[in-house]
């Protein structure tokens, strides 16, 4: 085979993406208990960039407020193009995946505070109710054409709306300032991306020079600047009509190879980093530790199954095309992936607490490895004789 010919190929192939993430994890667990452990912490704390307009951060927060902006943007421009044209351009379709999501964040606190209301754990509800977009995704991407597409973007889809609810119960109950100016300032940028939209202007130029500025003041208000990607995406033009390729189209091929081979890759090798301790193995038989575990695996599958189900018989979503109820369960549990957003919220919810913070980052991977390898079980199974034809 043509040297180049394979590597078009093997970078068009979503279950190699999926693969090198996989793999990405393990690199990293091995690293974090190795004696390089200290050296690639270091490496992660160096702050880089500059003092000017406070641009100076770790380069751990360039990764995850920078880089997976852009991971956001492609996964918005995705959910954009199905909601104009595609698996979610009717309302029943579209509707599916908010009411999931909001299954999906409740039942997990509820179960949660079940077993911890009232103890010293109780402020840490908000753990469970976090899907992990990126591993997620990357798990239901080496199923490749097995499962039908519709269920990929339905799971995009849930994961985009419950990372903006985590979002907003981070903003609410666990950030300790909002800078309302430069969040005024972030409401200013967005009325002007979609104010470009309307005016049909479509060079793309003229939307991710905003989109900085987007970043920016987001990132300075408090709120989680990855939303940028979200809002910058959908104002990115876009058209019903396959006559042309429209702007938005154009972008989401130019970000698929770089966000699929560099910065999921560079976000997995930096977010998995978890040195073991023995202090940590508490974290699965404490109420801390079963908290989270029912919650992320039994509350994600119950709320977001239950939901939809809700949902689909008052006649006000639908299942999508060519998906069943075994697949719906396979997407409820990679939807317990809760792994980063979840580590995320339990720091905050424990600040300087950090035998507890400990426990929870165990109790999180053990409760996403669980997820993953349940939900990707489900979903094979649940796919044999059932595969979509390969694209051109």
């Not at 981070?170 to 991306?193: E, K, M, N, P, R």
């Amino acid at each position: 085979m043509n040297l180049s010919l394979y590597f078009k190929k093997f970078f068009n192939n979503s279950q190699a993406s999926g693969i090198i993430l996989i793999f990405c994890v393990f690199i990293s667990l091995l690293m974090a208990n190795s004696s390089v452990a200290g050296s690639f912490q270091s490496f992660l704390d160096k702050e880089v960039g500059t003092h000017l307009f406070d641009l100076n951060y770790p380069v751990s927060t360039w990764i995850n407020d920078g880089l997976m902006a852009v991971f956001f943007l492609l996964v918005g421009l995705e959910i954009k193009r199905e909601l104009v044209e595609g698996e979610l351009s009717s309302f029943k379709n579209a509707s599916l995946p908010i009411f999931a999501a909001v299954g999906g964040m409740l039942v997990p606190a509820v179960i949660y505070s079940i077993f911890n209301s009232g103890t010293e754990y109780s402020n840490g509800w908000g753990i469970p109710m976090a899907t992990d977009i990126a591993f997620s995704l990357a798990i239901i991407s080496m199923l490749g054409k097995k499962i039908p597409n519709s269920i990929k973007i339905f799971l995009a889809a849930l994961a985009i709306v419950d990372d903006l609810g985590a979002i907003l119960v981070i903003a609410i109950f666990y950030t300790d300032q909002i800078h309302w100016s430069y969040l005024l300032l972030s409401f200013g940028v967005t009325a002007l991306l979609f104010i470009l939209n309307f005016l049909k202007v479509t060079k793309t130029i003229f939307y991710i020079i905003p989109g900085l500025f987007l970043w920016y003041f987001l990132h300075h208000s408090g709120i989680h600047a990855t939303i940028a990607g979200v809002l910058l995406a959908f104002s990115i033009p876009t058209n019903a009509s396959n006559v042309e390729i429209s702007p938005l189209e154009k972008l989401e091929h130019q970000l698929h190879i770089p966000v699929s081979f560099l910065i999921m890759p560079i976000f997995a090798l930096t977010n998995t980093n978890i040195t073991f301790s023995s202090e940590m193995v508490a974290g699965v038989t404490s109420t801390l530790g079963l908290g989270i575990i029912c919650g992320l695996i039994l509350g994600k599958l119950i709320g977001i199954n239950l939901f939809s189900l809700i949902a689909i018989k008052l006649k006000l979503s639908s299942l999508p095309q060519n998906s069943n109820w075994t697949q719906m369960i396979g997407v409820g549990l990679l939807a317990g992936i809760g792994f980063t957003m979840s580590i995320f919220i339990a720091l905050l919810s424990f600040k300087g607490e950090i035998v507890i913070q400990d426990e929870a980052k165990f109790a999180i991977l053990i409760a996403s490895f669980i997820a993953a390898i349940l939900g990707f079980m489900i979903l094979s199974l649940s796919s044999k004789g059932n595969m979509e034809p390969e694209e051109d």
